[in-house]
């Protein structure tokens, strides 16, 4: 079954409003990663965390880790039209040979 | 620059034919992907290989074969295609866990294959 789960799977907003995307793992994970895929595009890594609690930020974008490193979240504040896409969590468990579990994706578009 | 390119961008085939789909990476990753991308579905692993020779199943490998003879090369098999086997279909590289410190797992990937069975 789904082992990480990300809401919402879309989210509408309009050019300067915020937005967040949420992902959760039913078991501990050694890292989470975030991918962005643009329409028509293939996913592009943006960043991972590996620490408990970890925040970092990439210009508008922050990114944490859950103190149980079983949740993560993206927010991007004052969302520009750039920002259209799709956005993945992704983690590593501890003994899975490198593969990634991957969340659905949060579908992002944004009115100008 | 990273590279991972996979053999045609979009395919269409019929019904029963095999299929063969191919990605090369010139990173000298040892792990290497295929996903499936469906809307609403987001990216299902089919296969991945970690060593030449060497491959695991993922979440959805009915259906799929792969093929790992070199290191740089995998290949996506569909031994007689089906129309619910359309879809697009992403190849992924990285480097392996072991010995490397957890900064360097990121996957890349190619940009894929839209296959078509009719």
């Known amino acids: 079954g789904q082992q990480v789960m990300q809401i919402p799977q879309y989210q509408h907003v309009q050019e300067g409003e915020d937005f967040t995307t949420y992902c959760n793992s039913s078991t501990t994970l050694s890292n989470i990663q975030w991918y962005k895929q643009r329409p028509g595009g293939h996913p592009v890594f943006l960043i991972q965390?590996?620490?408990?609690?970890e925040v970092k930020k990439q210009k508008r974008l922050t990114f944490q880790f859950g103190e149980a490193k079983k949740n993560s979240s993206l927010h991007i504040t004052a969302t520009q039209t750039t920002d259209v896409g799709t956005y993945f969590c992704a983690g590593h468990r501890g003994s899975t040979l490198g593969r990634l579990y991957f969340g659905r994706g949060t579908q992002l578009t944004v009115w100008p | 620059d990273v590279k991972v390119t996979q053999s045609s961008r979009y395919l269409v085939k019929r019904t029963g034919e095999k299929v063969f789909l191919e990605c090369v990476q010139d990173?000298?990753?040892?792990?290497m992907f295929w996903y499936r991308q469906d809307p609403g579905l987001g990216l299902r692993l089919i296969y991945f290989?970690?060593?030449?020779?060497?491959?695991e199943k993922g979440d959805i490998p009915e259906g799929y074969s792969v093929s790992r003879e070199k290191k740089e090369r995998f290949s996506l098999i569909l031994e007689s295609a089906s129309t619910n086997q359309t879809s697009m279909y992403l190849c992924?590289?990285?480097?392996?866990?072991?010995?490397?410190?957890?900064?360097?797992?990121?996957?890349?990937f190619g940009p894929g294959t839209r296959l078509t069975v009719t």
């Open positions: 965390l590996v620490k408990s609690g």
């Open positions: 992924a590289s990285s480097l392996d866990l072991a010995g490397l410190d957890s900064s360097s797992y990121e996957q890349y």
């Open positions: 990173m000298d990753h040892e792990n």
């Open positions: 290989s970690y060593d030449v020779k060497m491959k």
